[in-house]
């Protein structure tokens, strides 16, 4: 069982930055693919990004592309999610999430394991 708790998130104007951290807890967390969705008010759940077991292979929305990085630190069970150029359509709040699946999910019901989420709000 893993355990994922967000941090990082907050108020940011459009075009700045953020670093969304993911902390999990649990002996088999480098076993694990995972990713990062996000939930804006009224709006389905939607896939941002996922990263291999690895780190090695990563796979994004094409929303993000080119914008937001995953990264993983398996010795610190930590993943990153570096957000760049914000815009205001990326307010959401941002869950971390993981997946026992051989690949690389875009579904979120491919995922075990959330976090709680963390709030990212994009000023225009």
């Known amino acids: 069982q893993v355990q994922l708790v967000e941090s990082g998130g907050g108020l940011v104007q459009a075009g700045g930055s953020l670093r969304l951290s993911c902390a999990a807890s649990?002996?088999?967390?480098?076993?694990?693919?995972m990713g990062w969705f996000r939930q804006a008010p009224g709006k389905e759940r939607e896939f941002v990004g996922t990263i291999s077991v690895s780190g090695r292979t990563t796979r994004y929305a094409d929303s993000v592309t080119g914008r937001f990085t995953i990264s993983r630190d398996n010795a610190k069970n930590t993943v990153l999610l570096q957000m760049n150029t914000l815009k205001p359509d990326d307010t959401a709040i941002y869950y971390c999430?993981?997946?026992?699946?051989?690949?690389?999910?875009?579904?979120?019901?491919?995922?075990?394991?959330w976090g709680q989420g963390t709030q990212v709000t994009v000023s225009s």
């Open positions: 999430a993981a997946s026992s699946s051989a690949v690389l999910p875009m579904s979120r019901y491919q995922y075990d394991y």
């Open positions: 649990g002996r088999t967390f480098s076993s694990y693919v």
